[in-house]
């Protein structure tokens, strides 16, 4: 039996799952977004991370089994919708991730 191409999903240091609350993904405008995709199997596998309008925010290539990280920043708060895509010969995997950067605190 193959092993799965991505055997499991971090954001910010955490598993990611949909279920969870998603107070715990979220990060102040300017902080880093961690991304991590521990991959299985073997081969070469190729990882891109865009945004909702296609546009390129992180790649690599990497063997399998490996680990492929991207930290992603945003300068204006908002939510952002990007997309994990992980390919390696026929394999795919595709995840859609929403990432919420909250607006810095007001100075007292």
């Known amino acids: 039996m193959n092993k799965p191409l991505v ?3 971090k954001l910010n240091g955490l598993q990611y799952n949909l279920n969870r609350d998603p107070q715990v993904y979220r990060r102040p405008v300017g902080e880093a ?3 991590q995709a521990l ?3 073997s081969g070469e596998a190729e990882c ?3 945004d909702a309008a296609g546009q390129l925010l ?3 290539k990497l063997a399998r089994p490996g680990l492929f990280k991207a930290e992603l920043k945003f300068d204006s708060p908002g939510s952002r919708v ?3 895509q992980v390919s ?3 394999e795919r995997f595709e995840q859609t991730l929403r990432l919420d950067a909250l607006a810095p605190e007001h100075a007292h």
């Open 7 to 9: 055997r499991m999903l």
């Open 33 to 35: 977004f961690a991304l």
């Open 39 to 41: 991959l299985d199997g």
């Open 48 to 50: 891109r991370v865009t």
């Open 58 to 60: 992180a790649s690599g």
């Open 82 to 84: 990007v997309s994990l």
């Open 88 to 90: 390696s010969g026929a």
